[in-house]
């Protein structure tokens, strides 16, 4: 349904997606880890042709066999909302404080389907009771500022599927709210990619969250993918250095928290900070931080292998 | 030896009016919370937003005062001194916060920020500024730079090293690691756990996320609106939880 093909972004300061190739197929749910500066936001972007200006693209971005790669903004507008939605982290700033939640909604329904006000009214009651959101009509008539804020992402959910899209990227959705509210979040979104059919790309930085609602998932490092594959098999026997070190450095609740000796243990980590987009090596973008580095890894650009795909020419690739 | 003694913590905030005569509705941030902490002791403080975390920590810190009950800092209600006294104490208990963007001035290097709280004290700075920013992993030469030559991670570096340049005996931490990476949060968990055992400070560590109070807290306290659910000993809550709602706080922070 939806193809990269060797997707790379440049900006002036380095190149901040290299080589980046996904398959989405309907009904998929792939998850994309990685912490801040990654590129998994800027992937996010580019699937709803929204890169930015800045930004020197190459590669090839197919949606339904249409080259969307050069693409203007006419040919966008109906796909968006159509074909590809999207959620975001912070609900109170997506959401119009001056406008009742359910006029919010109701927009995309009239515009893109020429639906008559009590119609989209009638449908906003439909998708807020879809999305689980207590009282529907009531909800609908209310503002932004009177809603929690897992019930504003329930809304900004309900606004995504108002045009039935077939892929739903939700760029961390959960990261402002609560634990528990994340976890229900979550929940529903796979619940109505199941129910739908609908695709999901669930960008996080959540391991725990992408464990519970993704079937495959891709590790994302300084613009690269390092790691991808299954779910279970890579957050459970990770392979790459970096994937092995991230997962490392999560706190166990039910690990022992002192040593014999009765010192506090220490979490592992990994060595250094990641470096800006200028300082990134030009071979292996993890160099420098990586226990396994050999002396070529900084200068040599590794290629992908393995049947899950490994970006690290030191380690041997399994399933 | 007891650093902090709080007994029977509450405090209300008045909500707006919801008739024009009728009474303000009151809003209890936290409810009759006791507790103590010992010197280089961490007590950890869960719960959702709303559940008074933060109140807590402003009440600990005098920031404000308590509807009832009381604050002990080192044998000395804090609420009942004079503002002269509580501010010549201060030095004894600082605070960290949860964005390293927001508590650090943009338009002031980084060692004027750093040196803020010695100038209140009206000590000298000395080596100080130097000293603490190698205490957190920088650098001396860091000192000149402003924050937005900073990582996340740094920032909050710097945060810990403004923190801790008083040579304090309690560090209030609210949410501070709530906005960083997972590998950096790790880094700066580290870091507290070292500097606690350099310092032997006590520690309030505010947080919603289970697996970074279990990593660090040897007691711990599950609030919910304002109530305080259970508290003991951090690793006999995190194996046997004996509320619902600490099982559900346990299993949003599940491994993956």
Redesign the interface.
Known sequence: MIELDTLSVTFAAGSALRDISLKIAPGDRLGIVGESGSGKSLLASCLMGMAPDAATLSGTLTIDGVDMSDADEETWRPLRARRVAMIFQEPMSALNPLRRVGDTVAEPLRLHFGLSRDEAAKRVAELFAEVDLPNPERRARMFPHELSGGQRQRVLIALALACDPALLIADEPTTALDANVALQVTDLLVDLSEKRGMALVLISHDLASVARSTERVAVMYGGDIVERGGTDDVLHAPQHPYTQGLLAARPDPQAALRDEQGKRKRLPTIPGNVPPLSGLAQGCRFAGRCALERPDCATARPVPHGPRMLLCPVVEGAA | MTLLRAEGLTRHYPLPRTRVLGPRPRLTAIEDASFTISAGETLGVVG??GSGKSTLARLVMAFEKPDAGSVAFDGKDLHSLSRPDLRRLRPEFQMIFQDPYGSLDPRRRVGWSLGEPLRAMGTDEGRKIADSLVQVGLHAEDATKFPHEF????RQRIAIARAIITRPQLLVADEAVSAL???????I??LL?DL??ELGLAMLFIS?????V???C?TLMVLKSGNVLEQGN??AI??APQHEYTQ?????????
């Open positions: 959702e937003s990582s996340g991670g740094q990476d997972v590998s950096v949060r790790a880094q968990l580290n756990m606690q055992e919603h996320d289970m697996a970074v279990a990593a660090l040897d951090a690793a995190l194996n559900s706080l346990l299993t949003a922070a599940g491994t993956p």
